[in-house]
């Protein structure tokens, strides 16, 4: 797929965390329960894979934290670890003008990593408004570096090809490698959340984007100018 051929697309899907918001606002779900909220990790526990499985909907946040650490009550843990977690959060320059722009051409559909707390961050930020559709891991069942995410998602555009689809992502290997490997377009914005070389260290060619941006307003060029 060519860049010419982005403007014939019909639907594009945007992941939010790093893409749509800039990723140096963001603080380390480690540091956050640890520093923030004070709780010390239960011994032999594995906060990684208590994670992985809130993330595909597994557990609830709240069994997350009480699988890992150490805490007696978790009524309120997931309200204090939020608001902790997005104190310093905003959107990426020119955000909301894009979507209001791109959303009058294509439809737009959000495809997100998360254990729910995106959910959240798309409603403080006004986001959810210039979505048709919403597709989070915790509620797929699935992530994004997983096929099956992305074979789903596809079907539920019956009426469409994926071809018709262009993903917008700063994650190679959640944003693009199905995405391209289905035969959707793929556009790799530079990434803020991202640790240097994380997920984006000699990128097989499956993982390398279509078309790679180092911010929104070069992706409004692209499509609409």
């Known amino acids: 797929m060519g860049i010419s051929e982005f403007r014939n697309a019909r639907c594009i899907a945007f992941d939010i965390n790093g893409t749509l918001m800039d990723g140096y606002g963001y603080t380390a779900w480690e540091d956050v329960l ?5 709780l010390t990790r239960r011994e032999n526990s594995n906060p990684q894979l208590a994670w992985s ?3 595909i909907g597994l557990i609830s946040f709240e069994e997350m934290v009480s699988e890992a650490y150490d805490v007696r009550e978790v009524d309120d ?4 670890a939020y608001a902790i977690y997005m104190r310093n959060l905003r959107l990426r320059d020119g955000c909301l003008d894009l979507l209001g722009s791109l959303g009058k051409k294509y439809d737009l559909v959000v495809c997100s990593d998360t254990s729910g707390v995106t959910k959240t961050i798309a409603k403080k930020f006004g986001l959810e408004q210039y979505f048709s559709r919403l597709f989070y891991s915790c509620d797929m069942g699935c992530v994004k570096s997983d096929s099956q995410f ?11 090809k994926s071809e018709d689809f262009v993903m917008i992502g700063d994650n190679p290997k959640a944003d693009i490698h199905w995405p391209k490997a289905l ?3 793929t556009i790799l914005i530079e990434s803020t959340e991202l640790p240097q070389g994380k997920g984006q260290a000699r990128p097989k060619e499956v993982d390398i984007a279509h078309v790679r941006v180092e911010e929104l307003g070069d992706i409004c060029r692209l499509f609409l100018c």
């Open 183 to 185: 035969g959707m377009g």
């Open 77 to 80: 843990i997931r309200t204090e």
């Open 34 to 38: 640890e520093k923030g909220l004070g």
């Open 53 to 55: 499985r809130a993330l």
């Open 150 to 160: 992305w074979k789903v998602f596809l079907s539920s555009f019956p009426k469409m």
